[in-house]
């Protein structure tokens, strides 16, 4: 039997809705990853947010300070803590 398809909520500009940052917190993450969609990326730590702020909310917000671009994939960052997987080079985004 095929599996209904899920129902993900989107922004008005079609971009999928992601989880708040206080749903993140609850969930014991403290960190984001933030990927430029050209492949540079960053580790930032995600208490500057408010709980009911959503991780694509901030999304459009993002230059990426390697190429200029705007607009990034902000993702949880369950790794954070692990030197062995986390990403390093912590910078501040604007």
Same mark, same amino acid.
């Given at each position: 039997?095929? /599996?209904?398809? /899920?129902? $993900?909520? $989107?922004?008005?500009?079609?971009?999928?809705?992601?989880?708040?940052?206080?749903?993140?917190?609850?969930?014991? +993450?403290?960190? +984001?990853?933030? &990927?430029?969609?050209?492949?540079?990326? +960053?580790?930032?730590?995600?208490?500057?947010?408010?709980?009911?702020? /959503?991780?694509?909310?901030?999304?459009?917000?993002?230059?990426?300070?390697?190429?200029?671009?705007?607009?990034?994939?902000?993702?949880?960052?369950?790794? =954070?803590?692990?030197?062995?997987?986390?990403? $390093?080079? &912590? =910078?501040?985004?604007?």
């Amino acid at each position: 039997m095929p /599996r209904p398809k /899920r129902h $993900t909520p $989107t922004h008005a500009d079609s971009r999928s809705m992601k989880i708040t940052f206080g749903e993140m917190r609850r969930m014991g +993450v403290r960190g +984001v990853l933030v &990927y430029c969609h050209s492949g540079h990326h +960053v580790a930032l730590d995600a208490d500057r947010w408010a709980n009911e702020v /959503r991780l694509s909310d901030i999304e459009p917000r993002f230059v990426c300070v390697g190429c200029g671009s705007r607009g990034a994939d902000v993702r949880p960052d369950f790794d =954070r803590g692990n030197p062995q997987l986390a990403i $390093t080079g &912590y =910078r501040n985004a604007r």
